[in-house]
């Protein structure tokens, strides 16, 4: 297929198992403050972050990692748009609520004939993120407007150590990155989100393959 027509098929395919309004309310009446990332904005993210697309050649060698990833669009979309570069597409939630969305979508989807080897590469967890293991994380995403100061001050602890990371992004300055030797930020990146025209920080690891786009 042409990058367009995958594009196209992966775009209808995200409008058939998710409903627009997916990860905004809860059970029992709760209501969350939840925006996402749209389809155009992920694909600004991924060559944000140096993820070859479909129409590039490249070894499957990312391991991509959405910390906080609501109702897992954006993962999902990620092993589909990108299937010669993703080896994990992963996505680390903590409201079970949005992580049950995110589940049955991805339930049904494999139970289709849509792309069942791209899939496999998807996995989806209803967890902390402090205490899940992405250590095997090349790329990270940190979905991070509503993350509390202390987690993401914590999440950057974790990041600081990993070795194989090569590039982070998030919707809040990193200020832990941004003071490491270790790392260069991007200047923001545009992307277009669900409540309009965002930008995110992104990260490259100095010593990694990635260079800054």
């Known amino acids: 297929l042409d990058v367009r027509d995958a594009w196209r098929q992966t775009d209808a395919l995200i409008a058939a198992y998710w409903s627009s309004g997916d990860g905004f309310d809860g059970n029992e009446g709760k209501e969350y403050t939840y925006g996402e990332i749209t389809g155009v904005g992920t694909r600004q993210l991924a060559h944000a972050m140096g993820v070859p697309s479909a129409e590039d ?5 990312i391991n991509f990692y959405d910390l906080g990833s609501g109702v897992a669009r954006l993962v999902i979309q990620m092993a589909l748009d990108n299937p010669s570069a993703i080896n ?7 409201s079970k609520d949005r992580h049950d969305v995110a589940s049955s979508a991805l339930s049904r989807i494999r139970s289709s004939d849509y792309s069942p080897e791209l899939l496999s590469k998807v996995e989806l967890a209803n967890a ?3 205490k899940y293991d992405f250590s095997d994380a090349t790329h990270i995403f940190v979905s991070s407007l509503c993350f509390p100061r202390s987690v993401l001050e914590n999440l950057q602890d974790i990041i600081l150590i990993l070795d194989d990371v090569k590039v982070v992004a998030a919707l809040n300055r990193l200020d832990k990155l941004e003071a490491s030797s270790d790392w260069d930020e991007v200047k923001d990146v545009p992307l277009q989100m669900t409540w309009g025209a965002g930008s995110a920080k992104v990260y490259h690891k100095r010593t990694g393959d990635y260079q800054t786009q």
Request: proline residues 0%; aromatic residues 0%; hydrophobic residues 35%.
């Open 57 to 61: 050649s490249s070894d499957s060698s």
């Open 88 to 94: 994990k597409s992963a996505g680390v939630e903590l």
């Open 128 to 130: 902390d993120a402090l």
